[in-house]
């Protein structure tokens, strides 16, 4: 499965930014999509997941009620909508994928960036 992600840039405290994720390669309902984030200097974290048929979605503390994610299998594409951005959202963020009976994300895209200044 490769995964590609765009949408990032460089925002102001309380703007928004949809990041997404295009997967190709695999059925993409068979995999679970997780969005993590790495800031400077700090390590991976998890952000937001989707389960395979978008029934199921778990968040991060620090993005309840600000961020959403969904996924559309007939695109092959997940979505993370993310409102009232704040300037430690800042990070690198990641979208992965594994296959549903799994419990570790094996497959990583490059990252894209957000930066939200204050």
């Known amino acids: 499965v490769q995964l590609v992600e765009s949408g990032g840039g460089l925002v102001q405290a309380g703007d928004f930014l949809r990041l997404s994720c295009a997967a190709s390669?695999?059925?993409?309902?068979?995999?679970?999509i997780g969005w993590f984030r790495q800031a400077p200097g700090k390590e991976r974290e998890f952000v937001a997941s989707?389960?395979?048929?978008?029934?199921?979605?778990d968040y991060a503390d620090s993005v309840k009620g600000r961020f959403t994610i969904s996924r559309d299998n007939a695109k092959s594409t997940v979505l993370l909508q993310m409102n009232s951005l704040k300037p430690e959202d800042t990070a690198v963020y990641y979208c992965?994928?594994?296959?549903?009976?799994?419990?570790?994300?094996?497959?990583w895209g490059q990252g894209t960036e957000v930066t939200v200044s204050s």
């Open positions: 989707i389960s395979g048929s978008g029934g199921s979605r």
């Open positions: 992965a994928a594994r296959p549903t009976w799994r419990k570790a994300y094996n497959y």
């Open positions: 390669g695999g059925t993409f309902s068979n995999y679970v």
